[in-house]
Nanobody, 125 residues
């Protein structure tokens, strides 16, 4: 499956942004799915994940209550809704999908088999 993240851009602190991730060559409902991010000069870190069935989610403490991972109405698209953005949220955001045999919303990047190319989010103070 091929993933493509989009929707990044420049936003002021306190603002909102929604990142879609669209899949081709497979159906996203067959995969557990996650979002990760990499800030300048830092390692990639976990942001949020959802189980294959959609019934279980997992969030990093730094985004809990502000970010929401969702399916939306499009079958092959997943979203990361980001509210109350902070300058420290500035990063390249990546979407990822686990192998179809794994259903849990893992926070470990090595558990993910498929990766999108990333989209840059910049939050100004």
């Amino acid at each position: 499956v091929q993933l493509q993240a989009s929707g990044g851009g420049l936003v002021q602190a306190g603002g909102s942004l929604t990142l879609p991730c669209t899949a081709s060559g497979g159906t996203l409902s067959s995969y557990a799915f996650g979002w990760f991010r990499q800030a300048p000069g830092k390692s990639r870190e976990f942001v949020a994940a959802v189980s294959r069935g959609g019934g279980s989610t997992n969030y990093a403490d730094s985004v809990k209550g502000r970010f929401t991972i969702s399916r939306g109405n499009a079958k092959n698209t997943r979203y990361l809704q980001m509210n109350s953005l902070k300058p420290e949220d500035t990063a390249v955001y990546y979407c990822a999908a686990r192998d179809a045999s794994n259903s849990l919303p893992s926070r470990w990047e090595w558990d993910y088999r498929y990766w999108g190319q990333g989209t840059l989010v910049t939050v100004s103070s």
